[in-house]
Structures are given as structure tokens and as C-alpha cells.
């Protein structure tokens, strides 16, 4: 006896109704099922995997995000040097508006390298937009890096119930095709079939609806995290010509 047989014989004998036909429960509904009801269950649970780890190392991700950024700007606002800052930040990984800073400092390093060592950064307005241009991109990184794996997300919650129905459609065929060879529409031969193939389109929703729920709640966290980036480049712009025109930028180090 196989594990799912196994499983189902416990089953059935919890719930009482090891003596029931074709519906008693699901496993057996799915082991009565066509073979192409079964593939689409399949492609479904795998779907559902999938989409549920996904769900899980989003929820780490934003998480710790939110923890990190909001470190991050207390320490951004309550620091004198943007050295100091660029060290604490090193080891925030997570937070996106922290990798903007690093990107954004790392820029004014590269600026000094190319005025040589000891040298002033010369003029404001160049420094502001090489500056700008560091963050923009690395806003653009931030993002997608948010947004990763949320494609996924939107792509099962769209696709997965139209799956399961094509699933269900394939099995009530297989089911009139059933009572053709049989001759008989009577009950207890449509019954069957038709709820082994619906199991197909209660598993497509079993796919779907988590799957939408995590897009639209991830989609809010990232706006939310890109309304922080929008917010602070433009903060951090301020800073950098405001240092720059009193000469504090030549003291940056890595």
C-alpha cells in the first residue's frame, strides 16, 4: 500500500466514511481522476509552492527593510559626517534607501579619485548631477530588487484559476464521455466525475487567491520603501550641495 492510500485509509476511517463510493474526500476524488486532471493539479501544487516560498523570503525581505531604513535615517539625520554614516550603513543590506547612500557616497569618492588625492571636488553643479545620476540608477536597482519574484506572484494569481478551470472542463468531458459508453445520466454515474474535476478548479483558487493577496501587499511595502528613496535622494541632494559649497565634500574617505 503506497503512502497516499495509506493517508486516505486514515482519513476515511477519522471521518467515517470508509464506506462512501466516490466523494468521501479528496485524496480519493484525486486518485479517481483523469490523467490530465491530475497534470493540471500538479502544475497547480506547484504553482502554490512556489508561491508560498515566495510569500515567505518577501516577508523576511520587508522586514528587514523597513528595520534597516528606519535605523538608517536616524542615523543619517543625527550624524555630523557623511563618512560616519557611509561606515554604519555598510552593513545594511536590506535597506534600500541605505544602498542609495552607499551608491550616492561611493559616487563622491570616485569624484575625489578623479581630482586626485587631497584634492577639491571641484564644481558644485557637476558634483550635484554625478551625484544624482548614482542615485536615480540605484533607485532603479532598489526597485527591481523589491519587485523581484513579484512577477510571479501577479502571474499565478491571474493564471491559476483559468488552469484549474481547464482542468474541470477536461474532466466533465471525460465524465459525459463516461455516460455515453454507459448509456445512463443517472446520478451516481455524472456525480463522480464532475466533482473529481472540480477539485481542479478549487485548487486553481487554492493557488490564487494567496498569490494575489502577497502581490497586492508586497506591491504596497515597495511603494511605500520608493516613496522613502523619492524622499530621501532628493534630502540627500540638499546635503551634498549645501557640503559641497562650504567645502565639507573634500574631507569624504573611504
Known amino acids: 500500500m503506497n503512502i497516499i ?9 477519522a471521518t467515517g466514511f470508509a464506506g462512501v463510493g466516490f466523494g468521501s474526500d479528496i485524496i480519493q476524488m484525486f486518485l479517481d481522476a483523469g490523467l490530465v486532471v491530475k497534470l493540471v493539479m500538479f502544475i497547480l501544487i506547484g504553482f502554490s509552492i512556489a508561491c508560498w516560498a515566495i510569500i ?18 536616524e542615523i543619517f539625520w543625527e550624524a555630523t559626517e557623511l563618512t560616519g554614516i557611509y561606515k554604519e550603513s555598510k ?9 542609495m547612500f552607499i551608491r550616492g557616497y ?15 571636488l571641484g564644481n558644485v553643479n557637476g558634483v550635484s548631477e554625478a551625484v544624482e545620476r548614482a542615485l536615480r540608477r540605484a533607485n532603479i536597482h532598489e526597485s527591481s530588487r523589491m519587485e523581484k519574484a513579484l512577477a510571479f506572484l501577479a502571474t499565478t494569481g491571474n ?61 504596497s511595502k515597495a511603494a511605500a520603501l520608493g516613496t522613502e528613496m523619492e524622499t530621501f535622494s532628493a534630502d540627500f541632494l540638499s546635503i551634498v550641495v549645501r557640503q559641497s559649497m562650504k567645502g565639507s565634500l573634500d574631507k569624504v574617505e573611504e
Open 159 to 219: 493564471a491559476a484559476p483559468f488552469i484549474g478551470l481547464f482542468g474541470t472542463v477536461w474532466g466533465i468531458m471525460e465524465s459525459f464521455r463516461g455516460i455515453g459508453i454507459k448509456g445512463s445520466a443517472s446520478l451516481a454515474v455524472v456525480a463522480p466525475g464532475i466533482s473529481e474535476a472540480l477539485i481542479a478548479t478549487a485548487v486553481g483558487l487554492f493557488a490564487a487567491i494567496p498569490a494575489v493577496i502577497a502581490y497586492n501587499f508586497f506591491n
Open 56 to 73: 515567505f523570503i518577501k516577508l523576511r525581505f520587508f522586514r528587514y527593510a523597513r528595520l534597516e531604513t528606519a535605523y538608517f535615517l
Open 106 to 120: 561611493t559616487e563622491l569618492i570616485r569624484l575625489k579619485k578623479l581630482k586626485g588625492n587631497g584634492g577639491s
Open 91 to 99: 552593513d545594511l543590506f536590506y535597506s534600500p534607501v541605505a544602498q
Open 5 to 13: 492510500h495509506l493517508l486516505h485509509s486514515h482519513v476515511a476511517a
